[in-house]
């Protein structure tokens, strides 16, 4: 069983800036993507970023040129770097990691911007 440990959320004004970290216990190399996903109260979970072990990525239009993925595959870590935080940014945040045949997330962390 994999874990993956989400990091770095918080409480920030609006416009401040945030960087999430997911650890894995295992490579995180040997997973087609690593994702990082949200869900706000009342609402369904939804993509905000994801990158293909390829490092190909992709981006909801609401995050897009406002967040960045990365990830370290040395340190078997995901990043996300959030900048202009928003109000509407404020969820728990998700990590993700998507396998072949399987499928791991995290525990998630809060990230609530104040207007």
């Known amino acids: 069983q994999v874990q993956l440990v989400e990091s770095g959320g918080g409480l920030v004004q609006a416009g401040g800036s945030l960087r999430l970290s997911c650890a894995a216990s295992e490579r995180i190399s040997g997973f087609n993507t690593m994702g990082w996903y949200r869900q706000a109260p009342g609402k369904q979970r939804e993509l905000v970023a994801r990158?293909?072990?390829?490092?190909?990525?992709t981006y909801a239009d609401a995050v897009m040129g406002r967040f960045t993925i990365s990830r370290d595959n040395a340190k078997n870590t995901v990043y996300l770097q959030m900048h202009s935080l928003k109000p509407e940014d404020t969820a728990v945040y998700y990590c993700?990691?998507?396998?072949?045949?399987?499928?791991?997330w995290g525990q998630g962390t809060q990230v609530t911007v104040s207007s």
């Open positions: 993700n990691a998507e396998g072949v045949w399987v499928e791991y």
């Open positions: 990158i293909t072990s390829g490092g190909t990525r």
